[in-house]
């Protein structure tokens, strides 16, 4: 397991068990002063270390301070203060969170909730991604996947983050990146949870 771990931590793809961070969707962010408001606000909160508002796709992101013991309900509180309302994407450690964040970002806002891991790897003009969430967030997401691998235009590579060719079948889902080519493997290790491998243009 520790050379597993060295491994990973080599490649860029262990969250490192930091800071919290809670990434949410903000209902009505449509404008600079919108965003200056939520991050005035949240800076205000104790709990908050740091904010990040990305408004092209309607995302805050706060860094939590050790033991402040803030909540995904606390978070939509302090955009509630801001006046606006907010759904909780995921509540992780730090690496994590921020993983959710960029992948949330290139979906458009629309990366389901219940994520519980999420890594990254880069090469190439791909980006590669292993995401672990909840198997029913899981359908509703992947209904938008539609077509055959043999459609991509490129050959799959490896993807590096524990899928390998022939472990599951592979699709195209370029709908899910707002149609970037991507080709898409699910696994479903239990009956509560999907984990997802997704190769992805950029």
């Given at each position: 397991?520790?050379?597993?771990?060295?491994?990973?931590?080599?490649?860029?793809?262990?969250?490192?068990?930091?800071a919290r961070e809670i990434v949410l969707t903000v209902e009505g962010l449509v404008?600079?002063?919108?965003?200056?408001?939520?991050?005035?606000?949240?800076?205000?909160?104790?709990a908050i270390a740091d904010v990040v508002v990305d408004l092209d796709n309607a995302l805050a992101r706060f860094v939590v301070k050790p033991n402040a013991g803030l909540t995904?309900?606390?978070?939509?509180?302090?955009?509630?203060?801001?006046?606006?309302?907010?759904?909780?994407?995921?509540v992780t450690d730090q690496s994590t969170a921020a993983n959710v964040f960029e992948l949330t970002a290139l979906a458009g806002g629309k990366l389901p909730s219940a994520v519980t891991s999420a890594y990254l790897g880069k090469t190439a003009g791909r980006l590669f991604a292993?995401?672990?969430?909840e198997r029913t967030?899981?359908?509703?997401?992947?209904?938008?996947?539609?077509?055959?691998s043999a459609a991509f235009t490129a050959v799959p590579a490896d993807m590096p983050l524990g899928w390998t060719p022939g472990s599951a079948p592979v699709r195209r889902?370029?709908?899910?990146?707002?149609?970037?080519?991507?080709?898409?493997?699910?696994?479903q290790p239990d009956d509560h949870t999907t984990?997802?491998?997704?190769?992805?243009?950029?």
């Open positions: 397991m520790k050379n597993l771990l060295i491994l990973l931590a080599g490649l860029g793809l262990v969250p490192a068990v930091t404008c600079a002063f919108c965003a200056n408001g939520i991050a005035a606000t949240a800076q205000r909160d104790p995904a309900d606390g978070a939509k509180k302090i955009i509630a203060r801001a006046g606006y309302e907010a759904s909780a994407v995921t292993r995401i672990t969430l967030h899981a359908s509703a997401w992947l209904q938008v996947a539609t077509g055959e889902a370029d709908a899910l990146f707002g149609g970037r080519p991507t080709l898409l493997a699910l696994d984990v997802l491998y997704l190769e992805v243009m950029i």
